[in-house]
Each structure stands twice: as C-alpha cells, then as structure tokens.
C-alpha cells in the first residue's frame, strides 16, 4: 500500500479530477441526482462550524425543538426550527422533521415509527422489479433490518403503475399496518386517492416516498400526496429537490393516531437511529425551499416537459420508450428499453464514453436476477432542465444520445459535441446566484 502522503496527495488530486469531470465535462441524468444553486452552494460554504455540532434532543408535535442535552444550541436550535417551518411552508404541512440525513433514514424512521404505532410489522409496497427502492424491500432496509413483512401492491405492467383495484383486495385480506406508495423508476403518479379508503377500512397509515418526485411535489407538478390522502412523506432533500443531501419526512397529523404515529417517528429518528444529524444542511435547505416557492413552478413544469419531449422524439426515432400509450412520463424520468441494442449495460457503459451519464436499469419484465445486464435505462431531466435546457436543445441532447445508442458515431466522437453542449449550459438557472440575492428577493 502506498505511504499516507501519496494516499492524501492522490485523494486530493482525484477529488479535484471529479468536479472538473462531473460539474463541467459530463451531462448529468442520473434520475436520482440533483442540482444545487450558487446560493445553496455558499449557503453549506458559509456553514462550517454548525457542520461540526451537535444537537441531540426532543422535538414537539410540530416539529420544533422541546428540549437539548448539549449546550452552545441557541442558534442551532432556531436554525433547526426555521428549517423546518420552511418545510412546512412550502408544503403546506403542519409538521416536519429534518433531522434525517437521507431518504433512507427518512424511511427507516417512518417504517420503524409506523409499526410500532400501528402494533403491525405487515407492510405494503410496489415490488421492487416494479419501481420501489431496495429501502421498502424485504431484502434491504424494511425487511433485513426493521424486520418488516413485505406484502406487494398488485402492480400493472402495462399501466406502468398499481393496479388500485386489485390493490385494495390485497389491502383488505392483509390488514398492514403501513401502505407505501413512490418509488425509484416512477413515471406517474400512484393511486392514494383510489386507496385510501381501504387504508382507513384496515386502519393502516399511508406513507409515501417522495424521495425522487419532491422537487416536483413542490413545482405542483406530479401529485401531492397529503392532499391526495397519505398520511405521511418521506424525502430525500437532493434528487429533484435542489437542496443540500439529507431528508425529510412531513404531514399533517390532525388525528389522535397521526399525532401517535409522529411521536414514534420522532423516537425513531432520536434516540433510535440519529445522534449527529449533519446540521450544516440546514440554512441551505432553506433557501432550496425558497426557490423552489419562487422558481418551481416553472421549473417543475419544464423538467415534466422535456422528459416528455424526449420520449417522443426517441420513440420517433426508433427507440423503445416505455409507457408510449400514456405520453411516456408525467414525472422527471423516462425509461427505455435498449434490449435490441445491446441491453441497458452496454448502452449506459457506452454513454458513459460519450460522458453523457445515466444508469442502467431492470425493467419489470426483465429477469430480475440478471441484474447486470437488464434492458432498461432510466433517464433524468432535472439536471439538464436547471442548465437552462429546453425542448428544442433536448432534442439536440437526444440526437447525440441516438448516435450512441445507435452505434452512428462512435462514443469518442460523441463526446466532443457533449462537452460542447455542457459548455453552453454551464450556469444554473431557476435559483438564486448568492446568498445575497436570495436576501435581497427576501427583503422587498
Ligand atoms: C424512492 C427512493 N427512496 C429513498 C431513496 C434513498 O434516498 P437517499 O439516497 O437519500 O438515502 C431513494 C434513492 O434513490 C429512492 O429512489
């Protein structure tokens, strides 16, 4: 093994690699990931020292801090309140808790919170060949740790989506004590709605995982679940969401069993499984919040647009694009299926050599044991929309994409017009620049 200088030297030097790679070579569409603005950047810049700090404690039934165990917290605990509140604001919610570090956490205080509220271990979720996360499966977080037993919603391949009605047979003979709905390759909205009246036949609580479509949620674009009748959200605060990594679980506990279900969530989140909760995030979560009040709309709307835009044009030029019948997408992701082409491994690995980066992807009807080489790949546009693209420049991206996949041109070749585009959709849009702006947007 090489000595700890060279070790440092090389990290240091690798580290420095990526952001010049990622941030200014490549185009971005992994559909989980997300895009920070100037101002949420500096934000997290200008947080170093609550980086550092701790601030275990309590937090009341609208999420604001009860009680610390450590001292120096004055201003930590308003900034954790304020966060939250811009949470709440933002989403209409009447309580939050952004003590989570991630979407997983998100979930496994929410799952571990909602069984022990609802006395139950069953839960319902999408099958994992169909969507959900590893986190809601019986082989990752919910059933390998939380211990939860899995029972699917009925899914319709052809729909791309739950099948309610069989759904609700399946709720009714279970009787869960949690439902979830939201996912991972999630092109239109789940049935809530249809559901939620079986959920409260069987006295179950809804959860629903807005870990990818939360920028969307915010933009009113997709759905909006409180509204539409789950009980809870979880979220990752980075994936369409602009803000720093973390998470964040909301909703509006005006019943005696949500206001239960909260105070198992919060135990869950602390002591159960947070002590430091990455406070630095914050104040930045803040200002994502507020451009996402000022811009997200707008941008919600153009992301949902030229996903959709892009699955016409690929499906006119000869690519398998999933859910045709249904216009594609109604969230910020496509899927294709790239079978015919050398599978989703060969064609995400080739893209990668054009530095166009997106991921390979099973697809419902792929063998799901066969993870290494499924036909699908699924494709993000809220990186490339908060570059300022739109749908005529999203062909262009298209085009390219179509070379690749298409063995037109080789990846090398490719590659000089896709830094070529990268360079003329360098900035982002739909935020603020500084922290000084957001300021100044805030005071007049
Ligand atoms: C639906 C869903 N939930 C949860 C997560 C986990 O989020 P995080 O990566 O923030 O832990 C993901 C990650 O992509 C996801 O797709």
Sequence with gaps: MKNLLDI???LIETAKKHEQYRAK?????IASEGIKSPAVCQMLDMSHDLATRY???ENNSEGHVKKRFYQGQKYVSKIEDHATDAIKKLFQATWADVRLISGTHANTATFKGLAIASKSNK???TPLSCGAHISHDYTGLAGSILGLDNINHVYDVDEFNIDPDKSAQ???SAKPGIVTFGGSLFLFPHPIRELREVC???GAYVAYDAAHVLGLIAGHQFQDPIREGADFITASTHKTFPGPQGGVIMGIPDTAAKEKAVRKIQHAVFPLTASSTHLGRLPALGIACLEMQVFGQELAAQVVKNAQSAGQYLYENGIKVIAEHKGFTKSHQLALDVRSFGGGNKIAQDLEDANIILNKNLLPYDDQSDKENPAGLRVGFQDVTRHGMRE??????CDLIINVIKDKRSPEQVKVDVMALKKEFSHVKYGFQSVDEALSYVKH
């Design 123 to 125: 839960m319902i979720v």
């Design 25 to 29: 070579e490549c185009i971005n569409m």
């Design 170 to 172: 399946v709720i009714r």
């Design 55 to 57: 601030a275990e404690g």
């Design 392 to 397: 005529g420049d999203i062909k262009h991206l």
């Design 8 to 10: 440092v030297s090389d």
């Design 200 to 202: 409260d036949e069987v």
